[in-house]
């Protein structure tokens, strides 16, 4: 007896390995936990406990006293750390970013309180001065030019207050050259050399971050000053580049981060890939404000499945490499996954 011949069937068949869950979940080449997550975070320095940002259906500005509660919700979740984000009475705010610094300020007693309620949730402080400044930008300007380095003064004093505050990890997210090295150097004199660093390494001028804007209550960039450049291209990177980030990264490393990030996320995950192929040291990716508005307004219009869209999207940063992901969603995230 002869055999049938294979000629009109497929000879391999990779669907076999995809047949049932338990199959499926044998072979998954990547998965996601809540420890792979840093959950962003917005604190507000009025009465009210919450206020919802409309851009960002289901983010809200935190009072202090949420902010605390909030960290020991992480905690039980298996979130790992917390990244926050400082949304302050625009009468605080100057030309200089002047309450950037300030000890008593906003972002020194949420950190105070989160690490009182829950000490073994890492915190993480952005450092750059767009949440103080009236006109919007992370950095001094004047005539329109960003001042690098009289920038990088106001960052260090930022960064020591946020570190002796408590905060575990600075992550400088200006891209002023050598901030990285100034802030390693002014840590490494105050004693304060456990703190770590995360640099947004390779951060780009982009359009996703509007939300973000809205949710700091930031300025509006470009509102025909003299002192409010339009953009922030003469700092943030080109969206077009790609070697460009593999030197932005290898810089901050030569300086002393500890970990990089690569932001904005999910339109940017060949950087990712890259970076990490390059360097091998932790790599984050941020899914920015405007990554999160995307998914919630065509899940709120019902065009995708929310819960899906949220852990498939989340999965992808893993999928290129990343050691873990900056997210709006990391606690209904965390929820879904189990701790
Ligand atoms: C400020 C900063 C921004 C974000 C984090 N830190 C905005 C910007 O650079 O304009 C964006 C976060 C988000 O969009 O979720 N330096």
Redo the contacts with the bound molecule.
């Keep these: 007896m002869t055999r049938a011949p294979l000629a009109p069937y497929p000879a391999l068949r990779p669907r076999r390995l995809r047949q049932a869950p338990w199959i499926r979940s044998l072979v998954r080449e990547t998965t996601l936990s809540p420890s792979d997550l840093i959950w962003?975070m917005v604190v507000h320095d009025g009465p009210e406990d919450f206020i919802n940002v409309p851009s960002m259906p289901g983010v809200q500005r935190l009072s202090v006293r949420e902010a605390a509660k909030a960290a020991v919700r992480a905690r039980a979740l298996g979130i790992p750390a917390i990244a926050v984000?400082p949304h302050i009475d625009g009468a605080k705010k100057d030309a200089h970013g002047s309450e950037a610094a300030n000890p008593d300020g906003l972002i020194a007693q949420a950190v105070k309180a989160m690490k009182d309620a829950a000490p073994e949730v890492g915190i993480m402080c952005?450092v750059?001065l767009?949440?103080f400044t009236d006109h919007?930008h992370?950095g001094l300007v004047d005539r329109g030019r960003i001042l690098n380095d009289a920038t990088i003064e106001r960052l260090v004093e930022q960064g020591l207050m946020q570190a002796r505050a408590g905060a575990d990890i600075l992550a400088p997210?200006?891209?002023m050259d050598g901030r990285v090295g100034a802030l390693r150097t002014a840590l490494e004199g105050a004693g304060l050399q456990d703190v770590m660093i995360m640099s947004?390494a390779a951060?780009y001028a982009?359009a996703?971050?509007?939300?973000?804007?809205d949710?700091?209550g930031?300025g509006k960039l470009g509102t025909g000053s003299i002192d409010n450049p339009g953009d922030?291209k003469t700092y943030?990177m080109d969206p077009g580049n790609t070697d460009e980030a593999l030197r932005e990264v290898a810089l901050d490393i030569a300086e002393g981060a500890d970990m990089v990030m690569v932001?904005?996320g999910m339109p940017y995950l060949d950087i990712v890939r890259r970076v990490v192929e390059a360097f091998a040291l932790p790599t984050f990716a941020?899914?920015?404000?405007?990554e999160?508005a995307m998914i919630m307004a065509a899940a709120g219009n019902g065009w995708i499945d929310e819960e899906r869209a949220i852990l498939e999207s989340l999965g992808a940063f893993k999928r290129a490499g990343a050691a873990g992901v900056i997210t709006?969603f990391a606690e209904r995230a965390a929820g879904m996954l189990g701790a």
Excluded: E, L, T
């Design positions: 962003s984000f952005d750059a767009d949440p919007g992370d997210s200006d891209m947004y951060k982009s996703f971050y509007g939300p973000y804007r949710a700091i930031s922030k943030q932001k904005p941020f899914q920015v404000s405007g999160y709006y």
